[in-house]
């Protein structure tokens, strides 16, 4: 057996009330100025306040660099470094979801390397690490405060790029439900949906070890039992807590364990429409699974078993299609059942979508390598 690794930030807090001993963490580090990333819907929300409020109790300055958009781009990227080098900071501070996180990976790349963020597609392109970075998660869902991958939309190419590097794995990740009691019903679902895609992806990943595995069936457990409470009842403070475990071991699984063709799929509906990560996985995910059902029935069925023990007489066939159709009843519930028609995608797109989902990074680690025939079939099906 090939030898794995795993990667995890060095340090992570969680629970109610966790932002507030970030500022002596900080101060603590002799981290002196922050350029604090963030979108500038999280800019002007109460979230932005406690974090400006904890940052000035111990003294830490601050530049706050608010233009991130959702799919973070090529552009965002260069402003960012720009206020990061004007304002002489020394840290960088996301606040936010992936969009957040994701662009301040890239500033910090950049910042310490020079270049374009172009330079660094792929893995491990970068030759020195990042400026510190503290990924402040105000969702649950992409994980990506506890990974080192990072995704820039280029809206010339129509097309994202994929980054993983060591050099930006965040120093601090901090999980705190407090932050995320007022988000968005829809946003609450969304992003559930994409740790619940990553761990059902991690699941059956051809890059999966027993450890992924495990995080990735615990993670689909907490996901299905409260998800559905988060995004009906936002301030069920159990249930928020709970779901940032759950994008936790989930986010653990993916970004050690690998991903497949949901998210290889996905990603060019949020390059060249800018669709939500999130929807675009909640629509995509039951349709590939029957698709790789053909090679990982088993493992659907093993992971169905887990989630509803009462089915542990059922066969393989039987689980695995009432795995997929546990899917379907989920987002049915939560409101993010959809369609791509209805999300703006028409039938002359998909060729479009299916060669840029065939040259997607995460497709390596599907247990069926597709044929382009086959991804626009899919695209048809969730059409």
Known sequence: MASKGFFLPPQSLFGAGCLDSLGAEIAGRGWKKALLVSGQRIAASDAMKKM?????????????????RPNPDTKNVADGVRAFQENDCDFLLA????????????IGIVAANGGDIHDYQGADKSALPAPPIVAVNTTAGTASEISRAYLISDDELQTKLIMKDRNCMPAIAVNDPELMADLPAGLTASTGMDALTHAVEAYVSTRSYPLTERLAREAADCIFTYLPRAVEDPHDMQAREQMTYGQYMAGMAFGNGGLGLVHAMAHPLGAVFRLGHGICNAVLLPYVCRFNAQAVESKYAELYRFLFPEADELSDTAACARFIEALFRLSERIGTRSTLSNLGVTEADIPLLAEKALQDGNLASNPIQPTAREVEALYRQAL
Do not use: M, P, Q, W
């Open 52 to 68: 400006t409020a904890v940052l000035d109790r111990h003294g830490v300055s601050y530049a706050l660099f608010s233009d991130v």
């Open 95 to 106: 606040l936010g979801g992936g969009s957040s996180n994701d662009c301040a990976k890239a």
